[in-house]
């Protein structure tokens, strides 16, 4: 168990649906970051979170957005979901320390259909 | 921005040899981190070592070290002793040090795989 933990491990629903992941970071860690690996790819960065405020974007589409609440925990909301969106989701936290860099989520695998 | 290029795809050792994994980046900061993470087939992102800019000293962890050279841009990853369970998808990583956190920029991986 790393310490970070996403829920659901596995989603499928149907296109034009709307799904939320969720995402409790490690203890401690004011970080929040969400990754989407497609099949066979690289981790492409969409948004970083860091104590309640978003510091970062990355290549997130306007269909996805998240938040992170009061307790640090993070949403990652995708809607008019398409085939393409099928991928696997991580989130992932990190300290101040950022040296030892992060601690990953076992990531949502979402499949549209 | 930052760009991280991991140019072998694929990549195959025997057990108990020796393999190098190659990495080069692209920056124009000066303070940052460097990282390698592994994933098996769980899809689990595990960090295998890391390595900090200023620190001229490479990291090693056990079988795994990396020759980092700061002026060619250069961080690769070498694995000894290979083992079956080191079968897996291996990403370079980059992350500028900033107090407030910075995303890890990844290459496109390695995949390597140990033959028995």
């Known amino acids: 168990d790393s310490g970070v933990t996403q829920t659901p491990k596995h989603l499928i629903t149907a296109t034009g649906q709307r799904v939320t992941l969720r995402c409790s970071p490690r203890?401690?860690?004011?970080?929040v970051y969400w990754y989407q690996q497609s099949l066979d790819q690289g981790l492409q960065f969409l948004i970083q979170?860091?104590?309640?405020?978003?510091?970062a974007k990355g290549n997130i589409l306007e269909r996805f957005s998240a938040q992170q609440f009061p307790d640090l925990h993070s949403e990652l909301n995708l809607s008019s979901l398409e085939l393409g969106d099928s991928a696997l989701y991580f989130c992932?936290?990190?300290?101040?320390?950022?040296?030892?860099?992060?601690?990953f989520g076992s990531g949502t695998r979402l499949t549209v259909v | 921005a930052q760009t991280v290029t991991q140019s072998q795809p694929e990549m195959s050792v025997q057990e108990a040899e020796t393999v190098t994994l190659s990495c080069t980046y692209d920056?124009?900061?000066?303070?940052?981190?460097l990282f390698w993470y592994k994933q098996p087939p769980s899809r689990q992102m595990i960090l295998v070592i890391r390595?900090?800019?200023?620190?001229?000293q490479n990291a090693t962890e056990n079988r795994f070290s990396v020759n980092f050279q700061k002026a060619a841009k250069s961080f690769s990853l070498k694995i000894s002793d290979s083992q079956l369970g080191d079968t897996a998808m291996y990403f370079c990583?980059?992350?500028?040090?900033?107090?407030?956190?910075?995303?890890?920029?990844f290459g496109t991986g390695t995949r390597l795989a140990v033959r028995p």
């Open positions: 992932a936290s990190s300290s101040q320390e950022q040296a030892y860099g992060y601690t």
């Open positions: 203890s401690g860690d004011l970080s």
């Open positions: 979170y860091y104590n309640g405020e978003e510091r």
């Open positions: 920056t124009s900061e000066n303070n940052y981190y």
């Open positions: 390595q900090e800019a200023y620190k001229q």
């Open positions: 990583a980059f992350m500028n040090r900033k107090s407030s956190g910075d995303k890890l920029t």
